[in-house]
């Protein structure tokens, strides 16, 4: 096998068949210690972890080459889940078989579970204390500005045409004026862009996506992995079926004994069976499911009030981790307050538990059950289509989000107007919070005209929080 420094040219390793055994030359304790790397670095939401990815795994380690990695990326768009931790097992597979992937994905979660838990501890513990009240106040004011600058992206990516265009604002229609289910919303735009794409339809073809880094571009040749296919990466069904079995025990087993020993109205057996039921649907990313989990944390379990979803997302923009992670705030506070007969601090950390776990482990049975076969799946126009209206309609339910968080940001009161099968959600406007329009405005005058990170953005926003509640108090 041949050694490979880390500042040693990867090309002589890629000249080499991966398809013989790994002949990389990268070692499983460098691979440990630059997947901690990735974790640490972490910020800014799927586009920045995956460029924070790129930087570090095409770029400078030259694992493996553009190419390689647009595929993997492209792959992982496909699924439900954070594409970016999806993305890092498939690489940690790739690279350093069944184990790599595990450690990959797992060192990209850990640092958000740890992040979050602490801040969870706090809130429960001071949230309505002072100055973390004041900090939590200009977390949610910031978040409304970023959570507008997702509608933005994403929908300049997806809607490329008027097709797209329509299932966008049909999207946006049922979910804020009939509250229709997200789940059934992605169902039926899939259903729409499976048919569109299987008959051809220009408007459902794949099209943009994530660009490569300006410079020059690695070849999968001159890549460490080289342009072959390891060994263990070929299609084998047996293989895919043992592991595949092996985690979906592994996420549902638990999920199904709660719900026998405890029955369906404990917390935990809810909050296993809701998040089961969120890592099957949540195409798009975080954004895109935070408004139906706001929808139902807040008005059917009562887990949370309805400014606390944004204080939960204000703690995951601001710590390393898939933006998903916000879900472990909603279990974690829906145990606080429904403990049973444990210390609410212990039900809220089994349940902050057992909300990543239902979560994160879907993520590797989809890469593990997938990745051999992908390239088949590049190939499927009708899959392709399916995604590009999921995509589309995502935008239509961002929205949705941004205006949800909106209201209950920018007004103490938010009463609702129902017409029917109609309701609609309307600002009290002499509830008005005129130092959550003031951050927020200056929030959105930071990203938007002055290129501001999100992630200081949102610390200035912060201690601005802090300093008001100081002020007023």
């Given at each position: 096998?041949?050694?490979?420094?880390?500042?040693?040219?990867?090309?002589?390793?890629?000249?080499?068949?991966?398809?013989?055994?790994?002949?990389?030359?990268?070692?499983?304790?460098?691979?440990?210690?630059?997947?901690?790397?990735?974790?640490?670095?972490?910020?800014?939401?799927?586009?920045?972890?995956?460029?924070?990815?790129?930087?570090?795994?095409?770029?400078?380690?030259?694992?493996?080459?553009?190419?390689?990695?647009?595929?993997?990326?492209?792959?992982?768009?496909?699924?439900?889940?954070?594409?970016?931790?999806?993305?890092?097992?498939?690489?940690?597979?790739?690279?350093?078989?069944?184990?790599?992937?595990?450690?990959?994905?797992?060192?990209?979660?850990?640092?958000?579970?740890?992040?979050?838990?602490?801040?969870?501890?706090?809130?429960?513990?001071?949230?309505?204390?002072?100055?973390?009240?004041?900090?939590?106040?200009?977390?949610?004011?910031?978040?409304?500005?970023?959570?507008?600058?997702?509608?933005?992206?994403?929908?300049?990516?997806?809607?490329?045409?008027?097709?797209?265009?329509?299932?966008?604002?049909?999207?946006?229609?049922?979910?804020?004026?009939?509250?229709?289910?997200?789940?059934?919303?992605?169902?039926?735009?899939?259903?729409?862009?499976?048919?569109?794409?299987?008959?051809?339809?220009?408007?459902?073809?794949?099209?943009?996506?994530?660009?490569?880094?300006?410079?020059?571009?690695?070849?999968?040749?001159?890549?460490?992995?080289?342009?072959?296919?390891?060994?263990?990466?070929?299609?084998?069904?047996?293989?895919?079926?043992?592991?595949?079995?092996?985690?979906?025990?592994?996420?549902?087993?638990?999920?199904?004994?709660?719900?026998?020993?405890?029955?369906?109205?404990?917390?935990?057996?809810?909050?296993?069976?809701?998040?089961?039921?969120?890592?099957?649907?949540?195409?798009?990313?975080?954004?895109?499911?935070?408004?139906?989990?706001?929808?139902?944390?807040?008005?059917?379990?009562?887990?949370?009030?309805?400014?606390?979803?944004?204080?939960?997302?204000?703690?995951?923009?601001?710590?390393?981790?898939?933006?998903?992670?916000?879900?472990?705030?909603?279990?974690?506070?829906?145990?606080?307050?429904?403990?049973?007969?444990?210390?609410?601090?212990?039900?809220?950390?089994?349940?902050?538990?057992?909300?990543?776990?239902?979560?994160?482990?879907?993520?590797?049975?989809?890469?593990?059950?997938?990745?051999?076969?992908?390239?088949?799946?590049?190939?499927?126009?009708?899959?392709?289509?399916?995604?590009?209206?999921?995509?589309?309609?995502?935008?239509?339910?961002i929205l949705n989000l941004a205006i949800w968080f909106g209201l209950h940001t920018l007004f103490a009161e938010v009463a609702t107007v129902s017409l029917g099968s109609l309701r609609l959600d309307?600002?009290?406007?002499?509830?008005?919070?005129?130092?959550?329009?003031?951050?927020?405005?200056?929030?959105?005058?930071?990203?938007?005209?002055?290129?501001?990170?999100?992630?200081?953005?949102?610390?200035?926003?912060?201690?601005?929080?802090?300093?008001?509640?100081?002020?007023?108090?």
């Open positions: 096998m041949v050694e490979m420094t880390e500042n040693a040219p990867a090309g002589q390793a890629g000249k080499k068949d991966a398809g013989e055994g790994h002949h990389h030359g990268v070692s499983f304790g460098e691979a440990f210690r630059v997947w901690l790397r990735v974790a640490a670095l972490s910020f800014g939401g799927p586009a920045g972890q995956i460029a924070v990815m790129h930087r570090i795994i095409v770029d400078e380690k030259r694992w493996i080459g553009e190419h390689r990695f647009l595929h993997a990326l492209n792959y992982c768009m496909l699924l439900p889940g954070p594409e970016a931790q999806q993305l890092a097992v498939y690489i940690g597979w790739l690279m350093h078989r069944t184990l790599g992937g595990l450690v990959a994905g797992v060192l990209f979660v850990l640092p958000g579970f740890l992040s979050i838990l602490a801040l969870s501890y706090i809130y429960a513990a001071y949230g309505s204390v002072g100055i973390v009240a004041g900090l939590f106040f200009g977390l949610k004011a910031a978040v409304l500005a970023v959570v507008v600058q997702a509608v933005i992206r994403i929908g300049g990516r997806a809607l490329r045409n008027r097709v797209m265009l329509a299932i966008a604002a049909a999207a946006f229609v049922a979910i804020f004026f009939f509250h229709v289910p997200f789940p059934l919303i992605v169902l039926a735009a899939a259903i729409g862009g499976f048919f569109g794409g299987r008959f051809g339809l220009e408007a459902f073809s794949p099209g943009g996506g994530h660009k490569a880094a300006s410079g020059a571009v690695l070849s999968d040749a001159d890549s460490a992995l080289g342009e072959g296919i390891p060994d263990h990466a070929r299609p084998n069904l047996a293989w895919s079926l043992r592991i595949s079995a092996a985690l979906l025990a592994l996420w549902l087993v638990p999920v199904a004994v709660l719900y026998a020993f405890f029955g369906p109205g404990d917390v935990f057996s809810q909050i296993g069976l809701f998040f089961s039921k969120m890592a099957v649907v949540t195409f798009g990313g975080a954004y895109a499911a935070l408004a139906y989990v706001a929808q139902e944390a807040v008005q059917h379990f009562g887990w949370l009030k309805p400014g606390e979803m944004l204080d939960g997302l204000g703690m995951a923009e601001t710590t390393p981790g898939p933006l998903i992670m916000v879900l472990q705030f909603v279990g974690f506070m829906g145990a606080f307050r429904n403990p049973g007969s444990l210390d609410p601090m212990l039900a809220a950390t089994l349940a902050a538990i057992l909300t990543t776990w239902v979560t994160f482990v879907p993520c590797f049975l989809w890469i593990f059950l997938g990745a051999p076969f992908i390239e088949k799946l590049r190939g499927n126009v009708a899959l392709a289509g399916a995604m590009s209206a999921i995509t589309a309609a995502v935008v239509g339910v309307v600002p009290v406007l002499q509830s008005a919070v005129p130092a959550a329009i003031a951050l927020s405005a200056a929030a959105a005058i930071a990203i938007f005209r002055l290129k501001t990170s999100v992630i200081t953005t949102l610390f200035a926003c912060a201690i601005a929080g802090m300093l008001w509640t100081l002020a007023v108090s």
